[in-house]
């Protein structure tokens, strides 16, 4: 849009540019700045205009735009206008994504380069390598307290190995997403050293305070992330002679936000690891974005503008980057973060469906779907060119982000409900075949999180202690409904590295003075390749999971109303046990698709005249798209056997 004055701020920075940029042809980056630059400055203005150095910061924030785009490959300015024309390319269900640890799967980047097989065997095309940035030793929360953003962790690797994946991973089509922790650094960082020396400058990167005054009034509304080892929400720093606000460990270092120094860095960061050909930036954290007085520091709406103005900053450098926004907050605030009022995402293009996951575990521990059907009815439709990851676990623990009206409106007590939910999983509930472990118990509100891994958590641990072959097949038969249900939503379904094989909880982790206190170490394995080896083996659980999985993703990609257009109905039933929604495809109606998962112990049957409308052809015979057979029938009900699923067709 043309606006006079950004229009003539602009006209003002360019005649300003420096000039080893001025020389440069960049007919696109100036096609896309001047495409951009009305929503860019109004953002911009909007956060900072009110300081006199406003229109310096506005020339910096460009200059970094442009070097970037100088520096970012051919072969990546190639893909982003391959990507410009096929815009909602990443809507399509060609995608399924995988998360790992790079360590943890295998050593470092050169060891996973030459796993990439692996993925291709499984059908995996794009990978989420969790921070492979430099870390202190101890104190990094998984990598999630960067020291250095510019540098790869060296017990992993150098940008020269990443390079070479990058290679690799391109020839094989498969998608790199890589992780920038834009909320906080860890307190080694040479920000907060030097902010800790007396930098006046860099402690204006953190929200720094002389005494308890400030903190006092922001710890009225904030709530504690990991009360059990960093309860509140700010730490003293000895050396520097200040308070300064540490929201999730005491050595993670909230950046200051207010500050367009710390806006224009992190951008450049951004951008700096979109060129080495991460094609998705998972952005961390990002509902903590800003920070008010007053209110919880979650979800403000600056949060929102800083994430649209990295959007429309990236969009003029680096087009075909997509962002992930991790925000794991309550389900109506979860959409926003595609970006409010708008018709096309604006903010991030992709964000986690952490109530479709957590609505997921109470049908798995209620046996029936009741809250999964009221839970997903309040969740707004996402926008065009926007999608969800649908997971069911990743190295993150499990967050009852259920909406308490929603527990209500099916007839449970919130508290109560959330109680039998963690005993559920935790193995404190008698019946349980859980083996989960309590994650971030907050003493003060009774709250609770939880860890384990997938097969943990569905009883194959303990089916394998009882050694009870009825018990194992449940498990497995939970294993795969489940991923069936991420596969067939709507959205990109990812994959937890291990799940795929069936690994239990590893709790070596107790053996680490810095990871014992973190129970989510327990489903971060050292992927066991022996084990993997299994999924060779005839009648092995390894590869009746593997096998079916990958037989899954490839049924998937077949499937075009596995797209995700909005083109979803969810199907409610009188049987609670059911979850039931089709898929239909807009250009060809009749190749629609009915999912239907049975989570009860027991057969379940289907009127399918119940459903007569989702499956348009109803009089010809149905076939179950995944197993390509004719689904028992009995008096004209359909028969869905204990924890299995079909994806139905005519
Ligand atoms: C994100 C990460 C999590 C980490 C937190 C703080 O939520 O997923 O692992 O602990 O940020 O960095």
């Not at 290679?167 to 498969?174: A, P, S, V």
């Not at 520091?297 to 929102?304: G, K, L, M, V």
């Not at 999924?535 to 995700?564: C, T, W, Y």
Request: net charge negative.
């Amino acid at each position: 849009m043309y606006e006079q004055v950004s229009h003539s701020l602009l006209n003002d920075i360019l005649e300003r540019l420096n000039p080893e940029i001025k020389q440069q042809q960049i007919r696109r980056f100036y096609t896309r700045l001047g495409a951009n630059f009305y929503s860019i400055y109004s953002l911009f203005y909007f956060l900072y205009g009110g300081r006199d150095d406003f229109e310096a910061q506005a020339q910096r924030l460009v200059e970094t735009m442009a070097r970037q785009y100088i520096s970012r490959s051919d072969t990546l300015k190639q893909i982003d206008l391959e990507r410009e024309k096929d815009h909602n390319w990443f809507l399509s269900q060609q995608w399924v994504g995988m998360a790992l640890y790079t360590d943890g799967f295998a050593d470092n980047l050169k060891g996973l380069e030459s796993r990439l097989h692996y993925f291709q065997e499984l059908g995996v095309n794009m990978l989420h390598i969790m921070p492979i940035l430099q870390c202190p030793e101890g104190k990094s929360d998984g990598g999630y307290a960067v020291s250095n953003f510019r540098q790869v962790d060296d017990r992993i690797g150098d940008i020269a190995d990443l390079q070479s994946l990058v290679g690799e991973l391109q020839k094989r089509n498969i998608l790199l997403t890589l992780d920038v922790v834009v909320n906080h650094t860890s307190n080694e960082h040479e920000w907060a050293q030097r902010a800790r020396q007396g930098d006046k400058q860099c402690q204006d990167y953190f929200y720094t305070f002389p005494n308890r005054e400030i903190p006092d009034m922001f710890e009225q509304n904030m709530p504690e992330i990991f009360p059990e080892t960093s309860p509140g929400n700010f730490t003293w720093d000895e050396e520097m002679g200040k308070w300064v606000m540490t929201v999730f460990n005491d050595f993670q270092w909230d950046l200051n936000y207010s500050n367009p120094a710390v806006f224009i860095e992190m951008l450049d960061i951004i951008l700096f690891w979109s060129n080495q050909g991460a094609d998705i930036i998972r952005l961390d954290a990002v509902a903590f974005l800003w920070k008010k007085i007053g209110s919880t520091c979650q979800n403000e709406r600056e949060a929102h503008l800083i994430l649209q103005l990295l959007k429309d900053c990236c969009q003029v450098t680096a087009p075909g980057v997509l962002f992930i926004a991790e925000a794991i907050v309550a389900p109506v605030e979860i959409t926003k973060y595609f970006g409010e009022d708008a018709i096309n995402a604006k903010e991030c293009e992709i964000a986690y469906n952490a109530t479709y996951m957590a609505l997921l575990w109470d049908a798995v521990a209620t046996k029936n779907a009741r809250l999964l059907y009221r839970g997903l009815k309040s969740i707004p439709n996402k926008l065009e060119r926007a999608t969800w990851l649908n997971y069911l676990r990743c190295h993150d623990d499990i967050g009852l982000g259920i909406d308490d009206a929603d527990i209500r409106a099916v007839g449970y007590e919130p508290t109560e409900h959330r109680k039998f939910l963690i005993d559920y999983y935790t193995g404190v509930y008698a019946d349980s075949i859980a083996r989960g472990l309590p994650f971030g118990h907050n003493q003060k509100t009774g709250d609770a999180r939880i860890s384990g891994s997938l097969a943990s958590l569905v009883g194959l641990q303990a089916a394998i202690e009882s050694g009870k072959v009825e018990d194992i097949d449940n498990s497995v038969d939970h294993i795969l409904l489940l991923h069936s249900l991420i596969m067939s939503f709507g959205g990109i379904p990812l994959l937890y590295y291990g799940d795929e094989i069936g690994t239990l909880n590893d709790c070596s982790y107790l053996d680490d003075e810095h990871k014992a206190h973190d129970s989510r170490w327990a489903h971060r394995p050292n992927f066991d390749w022996d084990r993997a080896e299994l999924r060779h083996q005839s009648g092995s659980v390894e590869q009746r999971i593997f096998n079916a999985l990958k037989k899954m993703i490839a049924v998937r990609k077949e499937i075009p109303a596995f797209a995700d257009f909005n083109n979803r109905e969810l199907i409610q039933l009188d049987n609670p046990h059911l979850f039931v929604f089709s898929r239909f495809n807009l250009q060809r109606p009749s190749s629609g698709v009915l999912v239907v998962a049975n989570f009860d112990a027991h057969p379940q049957y289907l009127d399918l005249t119940a459903v007569s409308h989702a499956l348009p052809m109803h009089n010809a015979p149905i076939r179950d798209l995944y197993s390509g057979e004719m689904p028992a029938l009995f008096k004209d009900q359909l028969v869905i056997p204990p924890y299995r699923f079909y994806w139905l067709s005519e």
